[in-house]
């Protein structure tokens, strides 16, 4: 890169403000090649912590050496146990957490031979364990935000679930990204992947609109895109909530405003378009799929991958 800079200064012809529109332009494509870097971060999964998932089998299901030591003092040996889980769970229960993700997944396999109902047993008590040491929502996502891309599609599944009950507004019906936006906009240049594909798949709509407020200055684009995105959100509201057969009769504003928007060059509203067409393949569309493709973010790649496989 230094050795191109000298050769534009070198050139007599190249002025000032030229150079200045090249630093510009590399600038955006090392932010560009940033963010595809952490595009494609390795998996990363969440593996037993013996000792955690034993103390917790243990709360479950006492050994009888326990039962022995605490007979009768059943709320005693509880809080003994609670106090080995908040010594190990690190800071802001970091370590903890994905640990109760595993056994919300697994549990009923490791309690086995132990109790009777391992599955409702299993489904419980991840709950009871949050509860009872006042573990945060915020707390929950922070920890399990470097796993969302696992490869484990039971413990991604189990963290998506307990990220849609964090996110869900009861009083609106809708859901509230506003703590994750804090979250990517701390780290805009290099934003969280697995949360940013978790958002786009959970609610496309509320996600773009998340990212335009990190990423977009322009508050004329910002309206476009609203104004595009409430037609196609109009649009698929009126169809599903309408008669069966009319499903598929997409109206001619909503696939232009779909179509509007796929023109744009961020990958941000490349990725909320590929998420409509997967989620509603009626809006597939030859001439949007194939501007589409040329957004090599993996993310769109990805999406784009799911619409071609379905």
């Known amino acids: 890169m230094c050795r191109a800079i000298k050769i534009i200064l070198n050139k007599n012809h190249r002025g000032w403000l030229y150079f200045v529109f090249i630093i510009a332009f590399l600038v955006e494509v090392l932010i560009s090649n940033i963010q595809c870097i952490g595009a494609q971060e390795e998996d990363v999964t969440i593996e037993p912590n013996k000792k955690i998932q034993s103390i917790i089998i243990d709360m479950v299901s006492p050994t009888k050496e326990d039962k022995e030591k605490f007979a009768g003092r059943g709320e005693e040996f509880f809080k003994a146990k609670l106090a080995e889980l908040r010594e190990l769970g690190g800071k802001d229960y970091e ?3 994905p640990q109760l993700v595993y056994y ?7 309690l086995k031979g132990r109790v009777e109902k391992p599955d409702v047993v299993e489904a419980m008590f991840a709950g009871v364990i949050i509860e009872q040491l006042k573990i945060s929502k915020e707390q929950i996502v922070n920890a399990i935000l470097p796993f969302l891309r696992t490869k484990d599609e039971h413990l991604r599944k189990e963290m998506y679930n307990w990220l849609g009950g964090y996110d869900y507004n009861e009083t609106t019906r809708s859901r509230d990204y506003s703590y994750y936006q804090s979250l990517i906009q701390a780290k805009k240049d290099n934003p969280p992947q697995g949360l940013i594909q978790y958002m786009y798949w ?6 773009l609109i998340t990212l335009m407020n990190i990423y977009l200055q322009s508050e004329e684009e910002k309206e476009i895109i609203t104004i595009c995105k409430d037609i196609i959100e109009e ?8 008669p069966m057969e009319e499903k598929a009769n997409i109206s001619p504003e909503a696939i232009s405003s779909l179509n509007e928007l796929s023109r744009y060059k961020q990958w941000w509203i490349h990725l909320y378009v590929a ?11 030859p001439e949007i799929i194939e501007r589409l493709k040329q957004d090599k973010h993996p993310l769109v790649q990805k999406v ?4 071609r496989d379905k």
């Not at 919300?104 to 490791?110: A, C, D, F, H, M």
């Not at 649009?235 to 309408?242: A, E, F, L, S």
Request: charged fraction near 30%; charge should be positive; hydrophobic fraction near 30%.
């Open 235 to 242: 649009d698929i509201k009126n169809r599903y909530y309408g």
């Open 275 to 285: 998420e409509i067409i997967k989620q509603h393949p009626e809006f597939n569309n």
């Open 104 to 110: 919300s997944v697994y549990g009923k396999e490791l």
């Open 95 to 97: 370590k903890l957490i």
């Open 202 to 207: 959970r609610s496309p709509q509320t996600a």
């Open 304 to 307: 784009l991958k799911e619409v």
